[in-house]
């Protein structure tokens, strides 16, 4: 099974800024991974696929890039109703895996 | 538009078979673009894919659940169920439903969660 380490797993930081999250997968799983926002008591919301195409009615300050088994989401400037987990999640071979997630909160 | 929901028993006893389904409306299941998924979310905790379905009846499952799970589908009702068998407290979780895409399996569209409980 391919693993995926997502780091970190919080993150604290003040609207405006630059924020970054990382995922590693354990193997090459070339572009198949996405990005979701989660907040408290709602079901995820897919935000970037292709690890770096964003879906539509997403604002354009998500972005991601990478490729092969290194990946990064950034948010280019915080604002407060970003506050959520973010979770990255593989495809391979008939096989899913989601990262473990990083909660961001507002500094 | 597409929308899902989850529907079955919120409390099932130790041993016994979890079973919920998936309701679709807005849109055919049986569109050769997508799959049709369950995730599931431990309280306080991570995602966990369950397993998948195309509408022609072909399933993948994660390999830690595959012995317990069974995914099937019901074109003429729109509908994919879960089972999954021998339910531990381990598996007390929110149960989502949600369409995938056939090449990438990014999840588009899910359903509203269903919280279920395993507990004598």
């Known amino acids: 099974d391919i693993q995926m380490t997502q780091s970190p797993s919080s993150l604290s930081a003040s609207v405006g800024d630059r924020v970054t999250i990382t995922c590693q997968a354990s193997?090459?799983?070339?572009?198949?991974l996405n990005w979701y926002q989660q907040k408290p008591g709602k079901a995820p919301k897919l935000l970037i696929y292709d690890a770096s195409n964003l879906e539509t009615g997403v604002p354009s300050r998500f972005s991601g890039s990478g490729s092969g088994t290194d990946f990064t989401f950034t948010i280019s400037s915080l604002q407060p109703e970003d506050i959520a987990t973010y979770y990255c999640?593989?495809?391979?071979?008939?096989?899913?895996?989601f990262g473990q997630g990083t909660r961001l909160e507002i500094k | 538009q597409l929308q899902l929901q989850e529907s079955g028993p919120g409390l099932v006893k130790p041993s016994e078979t979890l079973s919920l389904t998936c309701t679709v409306s807005g849109g055919s299941i049986s569109s050769s673009s997508y799959y049709w998924g369950w995730i599931r979310q431990p309280p306080g905790k991570g995602l966990e894919w369950i397993g998948s379905?195309?509408?022609?009846?072909?399933?993948y499952y994660n390999p830690s659940l595959k012995s317990r799970v069974t995914i099937s589908v019901d074109t003429s009702k729109n509908q994919f169920s879960l089972k999954l068998s021998s339910v531990t407290a381990a598996d007390t979780a929110v149960y989502y439903c949600?369409?995938?895409?056939?090449?990438?399996?990014?999840?588009?569209?899910w359903g509203q969660g269903t919280m279920v409980t395993v507990s004598s």
């Open positions: 379905i195309y509408y022609s009846g072909s399933t």
């Open positions: 949600a369409r995938g895409s056939a090449t990438n399996n990014a999840f588009d569209i």
């Open positions: 999640q593989q495809y391979d071979n008939l096989s899913i895996t």
């Open positions: 193997q090459d799983i070339s572009n198949y």
